[in-house]
């Protein structure tokens, strides 16, 4: 019997979800399909997408992406982030679910699906030095930018605070490149060296910029509406966030690991404990996808011995 009310524990699945009771429809729906998906249990990607880190990496992803103000341009003008902050979240959790635990044909039909919702978003912005310039959702820059940020994001925190990643972080980058190319995003990167430098060339060719939009975006990650039962543990895990980005970038989204006075405060540990709290609270094993894609995995198993039962033996003569 959990220690936690159900009450907190709905509002926490809600979060993610969208849905205040009960799993949603296209969670259910992963135990459906005719194959085992791009991954299995023993991959990379869902060693690192099962755990609670990811909640931090979803924060970081956030951040990071507002430094490209093409993607911050799209973000500002076409999302209703401020309105339906949790609706956002929700749909971006079920795309990268979708991808990770569902069969081939479904989780490519969901990668087509954001990229026709994509074809509205278009308009102009000033680059970082103060050129218009038109942008569109679906634009290869665009797309590995967004790509890079959740990958770093995902990875930089699952190696702070998740188990030890089978293959090691190569393999989660490498597995994980298969989204990219899913999402039409050129040359996503296969190594954990490769995702650094196409991160850092972003950086070096004067691309990120730090301005207003970007500080309207931190001031609104910092401080979400969420339940207030809620906030406090989120404050922690975004100051784990912070503390898990790269100080040049940092700087530019205006941010500084968390302290007291002058005195820095142990946010790797906090969220740590954090994180754990949570995981105590959503409850042990594997999350709702996970089982769903196993059910998919165990049906797919049944069907393959039966459709091709070991052969009789034959007698051998002496």
Sequence with gaps: MSIFPESMRNRLRSTFTGQLEGQ???????????????????????????????????VRALLMQALHPGAMAGVHDWSRYREDPLGR???????????????TSTAVSASNWVLKLHER????????????????????ELLSWVHLAFTDSFLATAKLWSTPIPGG???????????????????????????????????T?????????????????????????LMPGYRVLFNGAVA???????????????RLWRVPLPSITATRLVLKVVGNMLGTGPGPSELAAR????????????????????????
């Design 24 to 58: 949603p429809e296209w969670v259910l729906a992963l135990d459906q399909g005719d194959d085992a998906g791009f991954f299995d249990p023993a991959s990379a990607t869902w060693a690192v997408h099962g755990q609670t880190a990811t909640i931090v990496a979803g």
């Design 89 to 103: 979240l929700a749909g971006t959790i079920r795309w990268i679910f979708t991808v990770t635990y569902a069969d």
């Design 121 to 140: 978003v278009v308009g102009s912005y000033l680059d970082a030095q103060g050129r218009e310039r038109g942008y569109a959702a679906n634009d290869p």
């Design 169 to 203: 972080p190569d393999a989660y980058v490498r597995e994980w490149a298969k989204a990219g190319e899913l999402m039409g995003v050129p040359n996503p990167p296969r190594s954990e060296a490769e995702l650094h430098a196409q991160i850092r060339a972003f950086l």
């Design 205 to 229: 060719s004067g691309t990120l910029k730090s301005d207003e939009r970007v500080a309207e975006a931190v001031r609104f990650i910092r401080r979400p509406p969420l339940a207030r039962g």
């Design 244 to 258: 898990s980005i790269a100080p040049e970038y940092r700087r530019m989204l205006g941010l500084q690991p968390a």
């Design 295 to 318: 059910r998919r995995l165990a049906r797919l198993a049944r069907l393959a011995r039966v459709s091709d039962p070991a052969p009789t033996a034959v007698p051998t003569r002496h």
